[in-house]
């Protein structure tokens, strides 16, 4: 089944302990992005990979790193989280030969104490 | 910078209406418009993607229209039933990135 998994599911922690958030696609998408929304903020792109050792910036990236070293995976690591960065996360992915039709993943619920 | 707005943010239909979702966007260099609805504290679930050089896609009882050069599209549901409650959310794509609005959120009344 073609999709998109995002680990963990639910998470909660303290300000400062650095966490990892996982996104996996089995679609071999070359483009895979991160969104949080938050209530009356609508999704905002954190950060977008276009492929491979390629990313950037989206609109709210203070806070965040990604890394791409394998097509199908793109980790959203926290260094320090802040209790401003509690919010609902979500990966995508989509790829040019399919239109650049969106694929979410399940989200991550993410509360930093 | 592209801003996308809909309008209402809420909507509440008795069952069996017809009705119409707005999405509008302020830069029409666009590369496809994207419709998509989600449950509460659910994910994404894409509806309709229209790429820039189409007027319209059809899905069943949804609709959805793309007017660039207004910067407008609409989703239209037909037949509207309960279980057509969700937000509905649209997004442009640019070059690289994607805009989301903040989304209309339906309740359709037994």
């Known amino acids: 089944e073609a999709q998109v998994t995002q680990n963990p599911r639910y998470l909660i922690t303290v300000t400062g302990k650095k966490l990892t958030v996982t996104c996996s696609q089995n679609m071999n998408h070359e483009y895979m992005s991160w969104y949080r929304q938050d209530p009356g903020l609508g999704l905002r792109q954190i950060y977008y990979s276009m492929n491979v050792e390629v990313t950037d910036k989206g609109d709210v990236p203070e806070g965040y790193k990604v890394s791409r070293k394998e097509k199908r995976n793109f980790p959203l690591i926290l260094e320090s989280p802040s209790p401003n960065q509690t919010s609902l996360y979500f990966c995508?992915?989509?790829?040019?030969?399919?239109?650049?039709?969106?694929?979410f993943g399940p989200g991550t619920r993410l509360t930093v104490l | 910078k592209q801003e996308v707005t809909q309008i209402p943010a809420a909507l509440s239909v008795p069952e069996g209406e017809n009705l119409v979702l707005n999405c509008s966007f302020t830069?029409?260099?666009?590369?496809?418009l994207q419709w998509f609805r989600q449950d509460p504290g659910k994910g994404l679930t894409s509806l309709l993607l229209?790429?820039?050089?189409?007027r319209e896609q059809t899905s069943g009882r949804l609709n959805a229209s793309l007017d660039k050069s207004s910067g407008r599209s609409t989703l239209y549901i037909a037949a509207s039933q309960p279980g057509d409650s969700a937000t509905y959310l649209c997004?442009?794509?640019?070059?690289?990135?994607?805009?989301f609005g903040t989304g209309t959120r339906l309740k359709v009344l037994a």
């Open positions: 830069d029409s260099a666009i590369y496809n």
């Open positions: 997004a442009v794509k640019g070059t690289y990135k994607y805009i």
């Open positions: 229209i790429q820039s050089s189409q």
């Open positions: 995508a992915s989509s790829d040019e030969d399919r239109d650049d039709e969106q694929f």
